[in-house]
């Protein structure tokens, strides 16, 4: 979208950011960047035309010096992300009695955003599919300065202290002798350290699910993961977690389709949020609050401060306070998405911290690694990073400043200038931290409260589907089966034997090592949210292979393909070429995928037509497409030759499998149930 696009979404940050946005180059000369109009921009300044360059030529100078210092160094942790923009706005004034933010309290204001989905440990570079947390940072531009909620799609953390933070990114981020693997948690040195530090067995069951191979970035939950403050107007507070419901419900690839998928389009889940936003289909995320009084902290059997823990939904419900909409794709990855900078100690009155030792450290880190990131202490001035409500302090100077700030004084208190910029007092807006009494000794040690690590480890497994627990199971088995030493590999087995015995067991035996005779929590409790099966199911804007060679039988596909568009399935035609295909009826359907291209992992059904010119490599690649959409779990539909092939194949489940010839009424109505039901699980696999 460029900035003259009629469709263009007018919000405040939108509006603020025109002012820097620039498709100057259009039909303009070509200059330097002192504005020097430029005669010769593919030759370089040479003594004669064989002679050498000279140091004279500074357009040569400039234009390479410019691209030298291009990069600037990736994110330590979330290098590979993509952004959008959007808005965010609350359904009622339901919140005014826990919160004074404006933004949470007045159902008409309508709040820009800015969100980042990440990877946490591939570089910037790596594939979009690997087993790994994403984050999920938003940027909230309030009339009251930017609210920063950086959450990843899984409730709980690795670690309890932040202090362990570089330590458990060394051990995940590739093994520093050969830089290898990359975006991969499947090595001995992440295992070790999860053996070391048996406070992460409850994330680690998090990243062994499905929550971990995310289908689309549409499609995950969101979570603040710390309890945080929320502070009324007269100064009571509440504990809150904060959460995100995408309005399409949660859903996974499988494994073996995440790592193909990875070959075939490393940018998958950024392309996905890229097509959509520019079709119309936009990513709708509901934000959730999970709210707790002051007097019940110490009512659970976990510690309220843990990160390591989440609050069970059915013990303490979500409310659905307001909805999210990302409605405009970045005209720049660079100076929006790469050069964003987000930072948990960013809030606004009305919103406060605790003391999870996590957010502690947090705290402190967001802002100094940006500092080394972005080159100095001026960030904030970087379009993205502006706030919409006026800034004014006496802060000067520095790298990169952009600001002329006129005037003698900068320095409070002053006579002056009047001792401005003013503060302001809480009753007039400005901040004041909540007065939460402390005392302590100064020590290193951490409260009895957070020593049990596995019950809410236990729940987690006890809520899973039956299919979950087996992906659960086998990506264990994948993990560890590429860890080369055994003790690390026989830790682990033990360790994960207290979260459930089966589990611990079931992979031992993958590993060759000593299954344990006892284990588990005694915990039989489940939490229903937990499990993905339980999440809204929709065929709006999936993805559908249409197969169809010349010949194809035109009425029938035009009629399915007609029908899959008004259910919003996004019905893509794949053929053995580009360009127009011939139909039986002369009617032409024009192909811009082909086998060549495009594999059955990047869609999420396929409808296989075929057509009476079909070749033999035609029918061998659309029978593979088949078979490989079926050992995925995915709906495949076939009408005409198509259904022979499916015949031919044998093959040993027809669950999620429609035939033309068997449901002609209803064949449409029964394909768009089978992409919302997203996988069936239950198929015969052999
Ligand atoms: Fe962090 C980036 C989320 C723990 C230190 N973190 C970063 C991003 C997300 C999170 C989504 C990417 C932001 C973006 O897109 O630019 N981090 C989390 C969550 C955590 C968490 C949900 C646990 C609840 N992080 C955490 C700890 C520390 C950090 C304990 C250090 C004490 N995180 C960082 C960082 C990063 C970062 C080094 C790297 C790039 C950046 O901040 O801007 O400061």
């Given at each position: 979208?460029?900035?003259k ?16 946005r ?17 005669s010769e ?45 959007g ?71 690795f ?57 689309s970035y ?6 603040g ?59 709708e ?41 990302l ?64 800034f004014n ?33 809480e ?37 899973m ?97 007609e ?38 992992v ?17 029918e061998?690649?659309a ?60 198929r015969?696999?052999?």
């Amino acid at each position: 979208m460029t900035v003259k696009d009629e469709k263009i979404i007018k919000n405040k940050k939108n509006e603020q950011l025109d002012q820097f946005r620039s498709d100057d180059n259009q039909n303009k000369d070509l200059t330097t960047n002192q504005g020097l109009k430029v005669s010769e921009d593919g030759l370089s300044l040479t003594a004669g035309e064989r002679g050498p360059t000279l140091l004279e030529d500074f357009h040569f100078r400039e234009k390479m010096t410019h691209f030298d210092h291009e990069r600037i160094p990736e994110r330590v942790v979330h290098a590979r992300g993509f952004g959008a923009h959007g808005e965010f706005q609350v359904y009622n004034d339901s919140m005014k009695p826990f919160t004074k933010a404006k933004f949470l309290q007045d159902p008409s204001i309508k709040t820009s955003v800015f969100v980042r989905f990440s990877t946490v440990v591939g570089f910037r570079g790596s594939m979009d599919t690997p087993r790994d947390v994403r984050g999920f940072a938003t940027k909230f531009y309030t009339e009251e300065g930017n609210f920063d909620l950086v959450a990843n799609n899984m409730p709980v953390f690795f670690i309890q202290d932040g202090i362990k933070f570089p330590d458990v990114i060394h051990a995940i981020k590739p093994e520093p002798h050969n830089e290898m693997p990359q975006a991969a948690s499947a090595h001995d040195t992440f295992w070790d350290w999860v053996s070391q530090n048996q406070e992460s067995a409850h994330m680690v069951m998090w990243l062994m699910s499905d929550r971990a191979i995310p289908r689309s970035y549409r499609m995950m939950e969101g979570f603040g993961v710390h309890t945080f403050r929320l502070i009324n107007e007269e100064g009571k507070a509440h504990f809150v977690k904060f959460h995100w419901k995408p309005v399409l419900g949660t859903h996974s690839l499988v494994w073996d389709e995440a790592q193909k998928i990875g070959g075939k389009d490393p940018d998958f889940n950024r392309r996905d949020l890229w097509e959509s936003i520019n079709m119309g289909n936009y990513a709708e995320f509901e934000l959730g609050v999970q709210i707790l009084e002051e007097k019940d902290e110490f009512a659970f059997d976990f510690d309220i401060l843990d990160s390591t823990k989440l609050w069970p939904e059915e013990d303490i419900p979500v409310q659905l306070i307001g909805k999210m909409t990302l409605n405009r794709n970045v005209d720049n990855v660079f100076a929006e998405t790469e050069q964003v900078a987000f930072h948990v100690g960013n809030v606004v009155p009305g919103i406060d911290f605790t003391n999870d030792p996590l957010l502690q450290t947090r705290l402190f880190s967001y802002t100094d690694t940006q500092l080394i990131r972005l080159g100095g202490p001026n960030f904030h001035e970087i379009p993205i990073n502006r706030p919409i409500c006026p800034f004014n302090n006496n802060q000067r100077d520095g790298y990169h400043r952009q600001t002329i700030n006129i005037g003698q004084v900068a320095y409070r208190n002053n006579a002056l200038a009047n001792n401005s910029p003013h503060s302001v007092s809480e009753e007039n807006g400005g901040y004041a931290h909540y007065q939460e009494k402390v005392e302590g000794r100064k020590i290193r040690a951490r409260s009895k409260s957070f020593d049990d690590h596995f019950s809410q480890a236990t729940l987690f497994w006890n809520s899973m589907s039956n299919a979950e627990k087996d992906h659960i199971i086998n990506a264990f088995r994948f993990e560890l089966s590429k860890v080369k030493n055994k003790e690390i590999q026989q830790r682990i087995v033990d360790m994960f034997s207290n979260v459930d015995l089966g589990l611990a067991n079931a992979f031992a035996v993958t590993l060759g090592a000593v299954t344990p005779s006892s284990g588990g929590t005694g915990v039989t409790k489940s939490s229903p949210a937990l499990s993905q099966e339980n999440t809204p199911k929709l065929a709006k804007t999936r993805k559908v292979a249409v197969v169809v060679a010349d010949g194809f039988n035109g009425k029938t596909v035009k009629s399915v393909v007609e029908n899959l568009l008004l259910s919003g399935v996004q019905a893509v035609i794949l053929s053995d070429k580009l360009g127009p295909i011939k139909a039986d009826d002369g009617s032409v359907h024009m192909s811009k995928h082909t086998f060549a291209t495009d594999a059955s992992v990047v869609f999420d059904g396929v409808y296989i037509a075929g057509g009476t010119s079909a070749s033999k490599q035609f029918e061998h690649d659309a029978k593979m497409f088949m078979k490989e959409a079926f050992i995925h779990y995915k709906p495949i539909a076939a009408t005409d030759i198509g259904e022979q092939w499916f015949k031919d194949q044998q093959l040993p489940s027809k669950l999620g499998v429609i035939l033309g010839s068997e449901q002609a009424n209803i064949f449409t109505d029964q394909l768009v149930n089978a992409i919302a039901a997203h996988r069936f699980w239950d198929r015969l696999i052999v």
